[in-house]
């Protein structure tokens, strides 16, 4: 959580930065984006990136379930060989299940109480872009 806090004290920081600059009349915006629409589009990025680890993760976890169902068949019917393939199969997919799950959980933790200053942004975005079509034709 520190590192979000960072991240966010960081972000409003640059903002006060900016307001700084427009406020002395000496804003610079480069290749036609202000530093609010970058930092927005930045965390945009990032939280797509969350969502794809959450949808990932949860994905490798489903994949793994039938792979434990042959493994535990294998314990229960096969020979001794494939009960001892099936009991280090077992061992390996539990494993790999218990990470998958905790990376699917905190991806998804992440994702849902992820900061709302990017949507409320994207949709003060939208409203100055929809104004400033009003005024151009108005």
């Given amino acids: 959580m520190s590192d979000e806090g960072a991240e966010h004290d960081r972000f409003v920081e640059r903002l006060l930065q900016e307001d700084a600059r427009r406020a002395a009349g000496t804003s610079r915006v480069e290749d036609g984006l202000s530093l609010l629409e970058r930092l927005l589009d930045e965390e945009m990025a990032r939280e797509r990136r969350v969502r794809r680890a959450a949808i990932a993760a949860w994905g490798f976890l489903v994949l793994l379930a039938p792979l434990g169902g042959v493994t535990m068949y294998l314990q229960r019917m096969g020979s001794d060989r494939g009960q001892e393939i099936g009991r280090a199969g077992f061992q ?26 990017v949507s409320l942004g994207a949709i003060e975005r939208r409203l100055a872009r929809l104004e400033g079509m009003i005024n151009g034709s108005g």
């Fill in 92 to 117: 390996v997919i539990t494993w790999l299940a218990a990470i998958a799950a905790a990376l699917g959980i905190l991806m998804t933790v992440a994702w849902l109480f992820r900061s709302r200053s």
